[in-house]
């Protein structure tokens, strides 16, 4: 996708993902930094490296490495919880149509929980995604659905999930992004379950990396206070 600026669909800054795959046989790299504003501050280092073997398929794994101030502990750092991803694109878009995919990820237990740095139980999600140009938009829909670890110590429910994001290129290598994003256990009242925004821009450095920065905000009391992200993307 990096490619072609002009086409790039849900790139960082975004975490709403896009109905496209990596070109075959090439290699996609996202590196990032995001600094999370809470009761405990972190500032986290991402590197997410994606690969397509075949047609319409492509997988991905990201590693984190999260530095954090706990506000009532020691600081702490270390290599998070690693993400695998594989994402299938069954429907390319239609002029009436949008373009549908549907991912899979697996969470690892990779982060040690006894320092905060992951939640010590494996994760399973299933995302699917809807992306359609509507005149110069492009929009992008996310549906999802995590089967939660459940450690000895805690009853955790499942968790739905749900993004909107609306990128306008600006011009042939600037886009303007933005997104809201959410989740829910189907209980409590609307603060209880977290809701966010962000707002971001994409530019094309060259033909094979592009940069992005976003804000994020919170809508309701569940979420983080304010995140700032920025970082590269590498097309090979």
Excluded: C, W
Excluded at 35 to 60: H, T
Aim: proline share 3%.
């Amino acid at each position: 996708m990096v490619f072609f600026p002009i086409d790039v669909y849900a790139a960082r800054p975004l975490s709403t993902d896009d109905a496209g795959v990596v070109d075959t046989g090439h290699i996609e790299i996202e590196s990032g930094f995001e600094y999370v504003n809470q009761a405990d501050k972190e500032n986290n280092l991402s590197l997410v490296v994606k690969y397509r073997f075949i047609k319409n398929l492509d997988f991905g794994i990201e590693t984190p490495y999260k530095f954090i101030d706990f506000s009532q502990a020691s600081n702490v750092d270390g290599v998070g919880d690693m993400v695998i991803t594989t994402k299938y694109h069954f429907l390319d878009e239609a002029p009436n149509f949008p373009a549908l995919a549907l991912s899979f990820s697996v969470k690892t237990e990779s982060g040690d929980d006894d320092k905060g740095l992951g939640s010590g139980e494996v994760d399973y999600s299933l995302n699917g995604v809807i992306t359609k140009k509507i005149n110069k938009f492009i929009t992008h829909l996310n549906f999802g659905y995590t089967f939660v670890g459940d450690p000895k110590s805690e009853n955790l429910n499942d968790i739905f999930s749900y993004s909107v994001a609306l990128e306008y290129p600006v011009k042939e290598k600037l886009s303007l992004v933005g997104e809201i994003s959410g989740e829910t256990v189907f209980d409590g009242d609307f603060d209880d379950n977290p809701l966010s925004g962000l707002v971001g821009l994409n530019y094309a450095l060259s033909e094979i990396v592009s940069y992005d920065f976003g804000i994020g905000f919170e809508i309701s009391e569940a979420s983080l206070d304010h995140t700032i992200t920025t970082g590269l993307t590498f097309g090979f």
